[in-house]
């Protein structure tokens, strides 16, 4: 069984900064993709960024240019490094690992409870 545990989240300026952390359990986590995912109130939960296996990074346009996702696959740890924040990026941020089909980047396990992102203007 999949378990993520996601932390890091905080109240922050807008043009701050936040480094999300997730650690993953129940899967080989070295040979999977993972992502991070956000929800803010009202809409869908979308992908933000990808990292797959290979170390080959994929990004919403959202993000481009200003979140990195990076991988320790001796800690089972995901990251994502957010830098210029705008309230727009304000959300609860999950991560999953992810496996592409016909609807891009699907969650392959059950969420985990989340880290909240507030960006305040």
């Known amino acids: 069984q999949v378990q993520l545990v996601e932390s890091g989240g905080g109240l922050v300026q807008a043009g701050g900064s936040l480094r999300l952390s997730c650690v993953a359990s129940?899967?080989?986590?070295?040979?999977?993709?993972m992502a991070w995912y956000r929800q803010a109130p009202g809409k869908q939960r979308e992908v933000v960024a990808v990292?797959?296996?290979?170390?080959?990074?994929n990004y919403a346009n959202s993000a481009k240019g200003r979140f990195t996702i990076s991988r320790d696959n001796a800690k089972n740890t995901v990251y994502l490094q957010m830098n210029s924040l705008k309230p727009e990026d304000t959300a609860v941020y999950y991560c999953?690992?992810?496996?592409?089909?016909?609807?891009?980047?699907?969650?392959?396990?059950?969420w985990g409870q989340g880290t909240q992102v507030t960006v305040s203007s």
């Open positions: 999953n690992a992810a496996i592409m089909n016909g609807s891009g980047w699907s969650p392959l396990g059950s």
């Open positions: 129940g899967i080989t986590f070295s040979i999977n993709a």
């Open positions: 990292i797959r296996s290979s170390g080959i990074t």
